[in-house]
């Protein structure tokens, strides 16, 4: 199946002389030479996977000396190995161009593969594929099937002021919900170790209070814009260090900072609604000639932008690789904690964005903004059945949001009474997250 090559082995190209780490390995010596393929075997416990570890600088051995083209080489760090051509390939990938080892680097789940072996190759399962298929397929039928029927019952839903009011009503929690949708990425699919921001609706209550209360004492737009902003960084801030460096289960550290972001609005606005009203706020609550609110245009450029950052910049694949992959993306040598701290510094940001938009659409501070996390958390996760491969995306969120919208809109257009919302809502995050964990746990 694999033809020997008839390749005449070239300068020594690796040399490890004594490397020992007690406990691991003792007494490692071997030379690789150019065109030379070595392979390490071993039991379970035998060390052979640390020696690998090592010679990427995931591990620092005690003793030993290590040279690379004839030079002296010891790693404290991935970065330094990648820095003298070593790429790690973590186990249980394919490997879809054996012979550019570096193509296949930031590869997940590596397995060998002959020579011109594309993944394209790879066996079908058939399963797995028409229920992912079923999913993804299923959620955009669902929604044209809600245009439909809101459509041919509730007067005027398809014309374009309606679309707007709808495109402008979910412009909060679209924003919001963008911004857990970054956590989720970057976090991983696990809602509970994973990536989850249960303060975002906290974060936007306060971020309101603080808006409305500085203009209150007779800041400009500009001050008031800046602090609402900064708040929602410092709670992201906060976010950050719990989970990330104080090593608190996301869900249990966003929830606790949830209770205390609420405790701090209602002390700064004294659970009373405080009015706010500038030229700012003026402009961001009107609509255009079509009767289409300002929110509704916020909204797409803010989609817009998010989505050119996460899903077309190398910052945005690092994001997917830690979230999905962080074995991978650790022994790539990527920052895995900054990467996440920043992922909830920049959800906190759209705490502080939302809290600007809620202000202008309710005129002041809000009291009900905890309200706002299950239709927050609905949208993010919905979003993941409008991608193709069922992960978190920021287009898929933007679809979600429209989702939800148009649903919540029918129901007020058709008088249908709004506490029935939530319980949709909460059959949708338990369909939505039952069948992806399914069919992740089927295509393991």
Request: proline content about 5%; some cysteine; glycine content about 12%.
């Amino acid at each position: 199946m694999f033809p020997k090559p008839q390749v005449t082995p070239g300068e020594d190209i690796l040399k490890v002389e004594q490397l020992s780490a007690p406990g691991k390995y003792s007494d490692i010596s071997f030379t690789l030479r150019r065109g030379e393929v070595l392979g390490l075997t071993g039991l379970l416990g035998s060390g052979a996977k640390e020696l690998v570890r090592a010679l990427f600088g995931l591990e620092t051995p005690a003793s030993g000396h290590i040279e690379i083209n004839g030079k002296a080489a010891r790693f404290t760090n991935p970065t330094q190995a990648a820095g003298r051509e070593i790429a790690l390939v973590p186990e249980r990938c394919w490997l879809n161009r054996p012979d550019h080892p570096r193509d296949n680097a930031m590869s997940a789940e590596v397995e060998f593969a002959p020579s011109g072996f594309s993944a394209a190759e790879l066996p079908p399962r058939p399963a797995g594929n028409i229920a992912a298929a079923a999913l993804r397929f299923g959620s955009l039928i669902a929604f044209a099937a809600i245009l439909i029927i809101f459509s041919l019952t509730a007067p005027y839903f398809l014309s374009i002021g309606n679309i707007g009011n709808v495109l402008g009503q979910s412009a909060i929690s679209g924003v919001l919900a963008i911004g857990l949708t970054i956590v989720l990425i970057a976090g991983g699919s696990n809602v509970v170790t994973g990536g989850i921001d249960l303060s975002l609706a906290a974060n936007m209550g306060l971020s309101a209070a603080v808006y409305a209360s500085l203009t209150q004492f007779g800041y400009g737009d500009a001050t008031a814009v800046a602090a609402a902003i900064l708040t929602g960084a410092l709670i992201g801030t906060v976010n950050a260090i719990a989970v990330v460096y104080a090593g608190i289960v996301p869900l249990l550290a966003t929830m606790a900072v949830m209770n205390v972001v609420a405790g701090l609005e209602l002390v700064l606005t004294g659970n009373t609604v405080l009015p706010a009203s500038t030229p700012f706020l003026s402009a961001l609550s009107a609509s255009d000639a079509f009767g289409i609110p300002v929110l509704a245009y916020v909204l797409l450029v803010f989609t817009a932008i998010t989505t050119a950052i996460v899903q077309y910049t190398p910052l945005g694949l690092r994001l997917y690789a830690v979230g999905e992959f962080p074995d991978a993306a650790r022994a790539a040598g990527l920052p895995l904690r900054r990467l996440l701290a920043g992922a909830f510094v920049a959800s906190g940001v759209s705490g502080g964005i939302a809290g600007i938009l809620s202000v202008s659409y309710l005129s002041g501070s809000t009291t009900g903004a905890g309200e706002m996390l299950l239709p927050v958390v609905v949208t993010a996760l919905l979003g993941s059945v409008f991608s193709r491969r069922l992960v978190a995306t920021v287009t898929g969120t933007l679809l979600s949001a429209l989702l939800v919208g148009f649903l919540v809109n029918g129901f007020q257009l058709l008088n249908i009474s709004s506490t029935l919302v939530s319980g949709v809502q909460g059959v949708l995050i338990l369909i939505v997250v039952s069948a992806t964990t399914l069919l992740r746990r089927q295509e393991a």
